[in-house]
């Protein structure tokens, strides 16, 4: 891992998250890091924490063995095509765009290329990522091996089938937007209830944070930890009970569901 | 509630194991918390363990279930002086009970604090009491700080405190449930769609505390508004506004409401 040399085609946001999660954690270092984009200030923002932007993406494919597509999904096909004759062996192609399949990428990149198709999310910007990620062409599984421990610098990833993947998009990668909606109506409920709007705000984004960890990092099950946490006749319960009767559980459960069959009907469209 | 304290303690090393002891009643409580190597367990409150930990400590957290709160202040009255400063986490017990049944000098702080102490990540908030000094606060914030947010509020503040951050987690445990179960209709494996699930949740919240991610700071400074966002990340006729649409017909966000403030009102009932 050490001697793997990483480069961006696209040097967005996103990119810029998997960059400095990459440096800060130790797994590459920013001298070992190449990137492009076609707007200058992109590159500057490279070049400020110590990567080596360059001006086209066949120099970002020539200087590195894994390569970062992190393009908007219109441009994958092109730019894979333009850089194909100068693809080898050594070469591991990452691509974070959402939508694009690995036989559309296999299109373009040309046969016996080692393809790794990730669904990263948004909180990849805060070193935080829910993702997911699956194997075609010539990957195997040291690719898979090498791509885990890129990614768990900047979060978690899990290997899943290639039909999968709309599922991933409608829980993780749409999945930030429910829970910002939740934390928004939490507080709500906190300022209906006497708070005034900046402590319920950090009490319920800290609530629903600390909440996560605990199933993350106890490892009980969800139900097990609710029931712990409600005591007879006591002040949880009877908020349990209100969101019961909303069916708020079938709620979340119909968005992961209505996302998926939205990713899968730009998947045949697209 | 009392042990995640402890364990959250150290854990951040705010304090240490020879520097920390306990009054339990159960003998399956003391074997755990002899297992976390504290050295000093005495027995039950009522039965010496109060004079025993009024004699040993200068800070007094109380722990105890709300029903047996009458029982242990009366106990501890006759040994805590004004050297003491006594911390209660018991939920619906006033600082006019808790100063009344301990003695008029006595420093009293009420704290709603939650679980997830447990993994340095709680949310909470504390009322001071009449006599409680700079100091004291400072040291309130510094336990309280060590395992989580903590913030100081009103007294009057205090239940709804209680709905939100108190029994948020539940919420939370209810709706990371729910969206796994979403992720298995959708095909995935549980395994997957749960640990999907709650990293999901996690990096989210991670989010709205902004790019410093300083969600242990009481500053709410460089917080993002969750709508700014949810707009960030819902593309035109994409997968993201599909799953929104679903949550809004649903009323969801009045469900949440509705939680909380019915919960705030049910602590209220209990403390009065």
Redesign the interface.
Known sequence: MADKRIGFIGAGQMAEALARGFINKGVCKAEHMWATDPVDERKEVFRSFGTNPVDGNIEVVTSSDVIFIAVKPQYVSVVLREVRPHLEDRHTIVSIAAGITLQSLKDAAGDGIRLVRVMP??????????A?MCLGGKADDSDAQLVQRLFDSV??I?R?DE??L?????????????????????????V????PR?????????????????????GKH??A??D????PA??????????E???????????????????DE?AKSG | MGEALIRGFLRSKVSSPGRICVSVRDVERQDALERIGIGSIFGDATDGGSKEVAQFSSVILLCT?PQAMTEVLQSLAPHVTSEHLVISVA?GITLQTLESALGEGVRVVRVMP??????Q???S?YALGKNVTARDADIVDLLLSSV??C?A?EE??L?????????????????????????V????PRE??????????????????G?D?G?NS?S?LG?V???V??D???SPA???I???????S??????????????????KE?GS
């Open positions: 999310n948004t909180p990849c910007l805060v070193g935080e990522t829910a997911a979060g978690k899990y899943v039909k999968l709309s599922a991933v998009t409608g829980l993780s990668g749409s999945g930030p937007a429910y829970i910002f909606l939740m934390i928004e109506a939490l507080a709500d409920g906190g209906r209830s006497g708070l900046d402590i319920a705000n950090q009490l319920a984004a800290q609530t629903v944070l600390g909440s996560a960890k605990m199933v993350l990092q106890t969800c139900g930890l609710k712990m946490t409600c005591s006591g002040t949880t319960i009877a908020g349990i009970h209100e969101l009767k909303a069916g708020t559980r079938a709620a979340f459960m119909n968005a992961v569901y209505a996302a998926t069959q939205r990713a730009l | 279930k939920a939650n679980t997830p102490a447990l993994v990540c709680g949310a908030a989580g947010f913030i509020v009057k503040q239940d709804a405190v209680t709905g939100l951050s108190g029994s948020g987690p539940a919420y939370v445990y209810l709706m990371i449930e729910a969206m796994a179960d979403g992720g209709m959708a095909g995935l997957t769609a749960l640990a999907l699930a709650a990293k999901t949740v996690a990096g989210a919240a991670q989010m709205v505390f790019d991610g969600s009481s709410a917080m508004h969750p709508g966002l949810k960030r990340v819902a994409g997968t993201t599909a799953g929104l649409a679903e949550l809004e649903s009323g969801v966000r009045g469900a949440f409401i509705r939680a909380v403030s019915r919960a705030a009102q049910r602590a209990i």
